[in-house]
């Protein structure tokens, strides 16, 4: 990298010693700046990556009846280990930001494809644990963040199943990629970008979203069920 730059350097020079504006001078010092900053300064071999959270969703039955309850749950230990720099990171201080949706997989066109809590179940908060239902743009979901308890993280929720028909909870952090809000932010690190994976149970029941294919947002996620499926911890079920 610093071969390159300065082969640029040599290039660009003899075109602005012959430019006698000190502004000229001054913005092109700054380019040079922006120019290593973009080119050093992001993520290098000392910063973590990425993380992985498990989910786990209790108990498993791909058909639920209506008034049946189910419970969320993520727990892990406070010392995360990063394969890439084969080291374990405090994440104490980290705000993980989940966001837990619930969409309808055949209601989509009365309903939007928006996350609707409050119309699908009844969210039933568990004391201690930093978890609530919000609501943005018309659509509900739950939001929060991990309760640091002794050496463990975790999130912790039941939803009583209000309403009969096909659907779909994903998770997602709106914290990820922010640096400052993971502490991350020193030696130029990027924020690391979080994922969740369902660890139990291991049948996501794809297979339903894939029945309701014909329904264009349904289509959209199937399309790369790898970064927009499983990698929210999708999980698909049916209330009769």
């Not at 502004?23 to 071999?45: A, T």
């Not at 409050?118 to 743009?137: A, E, H, P, S």
């Amino acid at each position: 990298m610093p071969s390159m730059v300065n082969s640029f350097i040599l290039k660009v020079l003899p075109v602005i010693k012959y430019k006698k504006s000190p502004n000229i001078m001054n913005s092109f010092v700054k380019f040079i700046f922006i120019f290593l900053l973009i080119s050093c300064g992001d993520d290098g071999p000392n910063c973590p990556g990425d993380m992985v959270l498990p989910v786990e969703i209790s108990p498993y039955n791909p058909y639920y009846n209506v008034g049946d309850t189910i419970t969320f749950s993520s727990i892990i230990h406070k010392l995360i280990y990063d394969k890439k720099t084969d080291k374990f990171y405090d994440a104490s201080n980290y705000s993980f930001g989940p966001i837990i949706s619930v969409f309808s997989l055949d209601s989509i066109n009365r309903y939007g494809f928006k996350s609707q809590v409050n119309l699908y179940c009844d969210f039933i908060r568990q004391d201690d644990f930093k978890m609530f239902v919000d609501t943005l743009d018309n659509k509900t979901f739950i939001g929060g963040d991990y309760l640091l308890e002794k050496d463990s993280l975790g999130i912790l929720f039941k939803l009583k199943l209000e309403k009969s028909g096909f659907y779909w909870i994903s998770t997602d952090s709106w914290t990820t990629g922010d640096s400052y809000l993971q502490n991350n932010h020193r030696f130029n690190c990027r924020g690391r970008y979080i994922y969740f994976y369902l660890q139990s149970p291991k049948e996501n029941n794809i297979q339903f979203m894939q029945k309701f294919r014909n329904i264009y947002p349904n289509d959209y996620y199937l399309s790369d069920s790898i970064s927009k499926f499983y990698n929210r911890a999708g999980y698909c079920f049916e209330v009769r």
